[in-house]
């Protein structure tokens, strides 16, 4: 290929190579300035959400007494296996 054959495939490339990396930090700009307040405004619904739950479902105040059944050999809760 001849020189001045490159030269001219070389600047025609070039300014749409430059507006696609120009694209390219636009685009991360972009996602870096809006993504982040979205992320922490979604986060910030999300736990009111989450506590208004919360609400909802209160944890029962069960107050019966628990009784835990131990394996009167080997002293073992939940001994499945009989002792010889």
């Not at 030269?7 to 430059?18: C, E, Q």
């Not at 300035?33 to 979604?42: A, E, R």
């Not at 736990?47 to 739950?53: K, L, P, T, V």
């Not at 909802?56 to 001994?79: L, P, Y």
């Amino acid at each position: 290929m001849p020189p001045e054959l490159g030269m001219i495939v070389a600047r025609g490339t070039w300014p749409r190579l430059s507006f696609c990396v120009t694209i390219m930090w636009v685009s991360i700009a972009l996602t870096g300035i809006l993504g982040v307040p979205f992320v922490l405004l979604w986060w910030r619904l999300a736990d009111q959400w989450a506590e208004s739950e919360r609400k909802r479902f209160k944890a029962s105040t069960d107050t019966r007494e628990r009784v835990v059944i131990k394996d009167h050999k080997s002293g073992d809760a939940g001994s499945e296996l009989p002792q010889e």
